[in-house]
């Protein structure tokens, strides 16, 4: 089982960050063979942007502005092993209803930054003390296609609460994955599905009744990238 400062170790190692983003993850997973095809499975509704990736934020020649924004990636110390927490949006969101999500958001006028941000979210969302939270460090940026540039902070919790209030007016569920689940790269399905008339791909690793797909599971691969080479 890897240690808080083995996790840090690799996530501190110099690395050239790659282009990731629904745009450019969507196109190069569309070139590819043998994609999966997309089944709903009874996850109950999975929408996805209605925008084309030619028009979406990352499109080349697409003007559109970037919003930025933090998320964070709690790691949690179980008995069992470290597990990794998740929320599913609430369904009347404007923005990603009803998707699994890491707990996060736009970086306010009173953050210092995306880290800030990552931590100030998660307490609002899921009731994380900041102070509880070690900071171990970050993954690359990840562009979505409506135009939010997230900043994935990785931070390890020692001691969670033993029950998370989840904000009702954002977060329906929360839950957690066992970190070896998500960084098993044979669990990282490539899925090509069609939505309203749209061709996408997007990387999905289903766990149990709940459907971890798009961008958050695109930057759980990138968290798989580091931690597992």
């Not at 840090?8 to 282009?19: F, G, H, Q, S, V």
Request: hydrophobic share 40%.
């Amino acid at each position: 089982m890897l240690t808080p400062a083995e996790i840090r170790e690799r996530l501190e190692i110099n690395r050239t960050a790659k282009e990731r983003g629904d745009v450019a993850s969507g196109r190069a997973l569309l070139a590819e063979e043998g994609l999966t095809e997309f089944e709903a499975n009874g996850y109950g509704v999975i929408p996805s942007s209605g925008i084309p990736y030619e028009n979406g934020a990352g499109a080349p020649g697409v003007n559109i502005k970037i919003v930025s924004a933090g998320v964070l990636v709690p790691i949690i110390n179980r008995d069992e092993g470290l597990t990794v927490l998740l929320t599913r949006r609430t369904d009347g969101l404007a923005k990603h209803a009803g998707q699994v999500a890491f707990p996060g958001g736009r970086v306010d006028d009173s953050d210092a930054d995306q880290v800030e941000a990552a931590l100030r979210e998660a307490h609002e969302e899921v009731g994380i003390v900041p102070g509880t939270v070690d900071v171990l460090g970050c993954l690359d940026p990840y562009l979505t296609i409506t135009g939010f540039e997230v900043l994935p902070v990785v931070g390890f919790i020692s001691l969670p609460p033993e029950t998370f209030r989840p904000e009702p007016g954002e977060v329906a569920a929360v839950f957690e994955v066992p970190l070896p689940f998500l960084l098993d790269r044979s669990n990282h399905q490539k899925v090509r599905r069609i939505v309203n008339g749209l061709e996408r791909a997007y990387y999905a690793m289903p766990y149990g009744s709940h459907y971890i797909w798009g961008a958050t599971a695109g930057m759980i691969v990138n968290l798989s990238e580091v931690l597992s080479d």
